[in-house]
Nanobody
Framework: QVQLVESGGGLVQPGGSLRLSCAAS????????MAWFRQAPGKEREFVAR????????YYAGSVKGRFTISRDDAKNTVYLQMNSLKFDDTANYFC??????????????????WGQGTQVTVSS
C-alpha cells in the first residue's frame, strides 16, 4: 500500500536522545494513521506510539509516555519519533507502520498494512 523507510537509529547512552524518521513514498500519506512499534531480541513486536491522520490524536505505550513524542510532517511525507531520557530497555529494532484501512486495534501489528524494515536503537553505557 505504501513504502516506508526508517532512519535515525544508532548507539546512545542512557539518558540521551534520538529522533527517528520514517519516510513514505505513497501519494496519500496524509490520509494514513501512522505508528511506531519496536522489537527487542527474543521478544514480540510491541506498540510504541501512534498518530492520527490529522495529527491531532496521539497514543503512547505506558513504558514510553512522557519520554517519547510522535509527530508528522505531511509536506515531507514523514513521521517522527523523538525519544528522550532513553533507558536500557528501549534497546530494540524500531519499525514504522501505516494503517490504511482504519480497522482493528491500534495496538496490534495485524492492524497495519505496510511496514518499514526497521532501524536499530541501542542504549548502552
Amino acid at each position: 500500500q505504501v513504502q516506508l523507510v526508517e532512519s535515525g537509529g544508532g548507539l546512545v547512552q542512557p539518558g540521551g536522545s534520538l529522533r527517528l524518521s520514517c519516510a513514505a513514498s505513497g501519494r496519500t500519506f496524509s490520509r494514513y494513521n501512522m505508528a511506531w512499534f519496536r522489537q527487542a531480541p527474543g521478544k514480540e513486536r510491541e506498540f510504541v506510539a501512534r498518530i492520527s491522520a490529522s495529527g491531532m490524536a496521539t497514543y503512547y505505550a505506558g513504558s514510553v509516555k512522557g519520554r517519547f513524542t510522535i509527530s508528522r510532517d505531511d509536506a515531507k511525507n514523514t513521521v517522527y519519533l523523538q525519544m528522550n531520557s532513553l533507558k536500557f530497555d528501549d534497546t530494540a529494532n524500531y519499525f514504522c507502520a501505516a494503517d490504511v484501512n482504519f480497522s482493528g486495534s491500534i495496538y496490534y501489528t495485524e492492524t497495519y498494512d505496510s511496514w518499514g524494515q526497521g532501524t536499530q536503537v541501542t542504549v548502552s553505557s
